[in-house]
């Protein structure tokens, strides 16, 4: 099964930025669609943004134009460039794939405040 470790996360002040890692393991990573999740205290997991395995990507309305997610085959990596940081994007942020390709990992806290 497919093991995911995500990196990155921190404290960050309004409009600063981040970018978030993800490593899984495995040969087959670059057929996966791969997408990055959040987590706020007391809401429900959302899915943010997510790319093919061709390379398109796709956004929820409110991280649009901040936000860019990438991915490294080579790598078995995904990228989560956060820019124009809000405190709402405070949460545990998650990767995983579409559909789910293996547990879900510790994830990485990002807190953005001032």
């Known amino acids: 099964q497919v093991q995911l470790v995500e990196s990155g996360g921190g404290l960050v002040q309004p409009g600063g930025s981040l970018r978030l890692s993800c490593a899984a393991s495995g040969s087959t990573f670059r057929i996966y669609t791969m997408g990055w999740y959040r987590q706020a205290p007391g809401k429900q997991r959302e899915l943010v943004a997510h790319?093919?395995?061709?390379?398109?990507?796709n956004y929820v309305d409110s991280v649009k134009g901040r936000f860019s997610i990438s991915r490294d085959n080579g790598k078995n990596t995904v990228y989560l460039q956060m820019n124009s940081l809000k405190p709402e994007d405070t949460a545990v942020y998650y990767c995983?794939?579409?559909?789910?390709?293996?547990?879900w990992g510790q994830g990485t806290q990002v807190t953005v405040s001032s």
């Open positions: 790319i093919t395995g061709g390379g398109r990507t």
């Open positions: 995983n794939g579409i559909p789910r390709i293996g547990e």
